[in-house]
């Protein structure tokens, strides 16, 4: 642990899936600021008034997957529309 602050959020007594080959597994995540920072470290941080901590009895996280993608044609489409207001005439 770096930062001697309190964290925003602590996930404890989990099943946490890493995608970490060398360590698949978790049992605590600590975040702070929108980041981790901490897994299975959870003990090593000071909890403070405004660190929210929760005991998932167990159950699973899985990391956020982001898909941010565009097709092609339609992208196509939309590059290619032409604006026909007054303006342009």
């Known amino acids: 642990m770096n930062d001697?602050?309190?964290?925003?959020?602590?996930?404890?007594?989990?099943?946490?899936?890493?995608?970490?080959?060398a360590k698949p597994e978790a049992t605590s995540l600590v975040v702070k600021n929108g980041r981790i920072v901490g897994v299975d470290e959870a003990e090593e941080y000071q909890r403070g008034p405004g660190t929210k901590v929760i005991?998932?009895?167990?159950?699973?996280?899985?990391?956020?997957?982001?898909d941010s993608h565009m097709h092609i044609i339609r992208g196509g489409l939309m590059r290619s529309s032409k604006n026909c207001t007054s303006e342009e005439r």
Do not use: C, H, M, Y
Request: charge should be neutral.
């Open 4 to 21: 001697t602050s309190a964290p925003d959020l602590i996930l404890e007594n989990a099943k946490i899936t890493t995608l970490d080959r």
């Open 55 to 66: 005991d998932l009895q167990g159950r699973r996280v899985i990391p956020g997957l982001n």
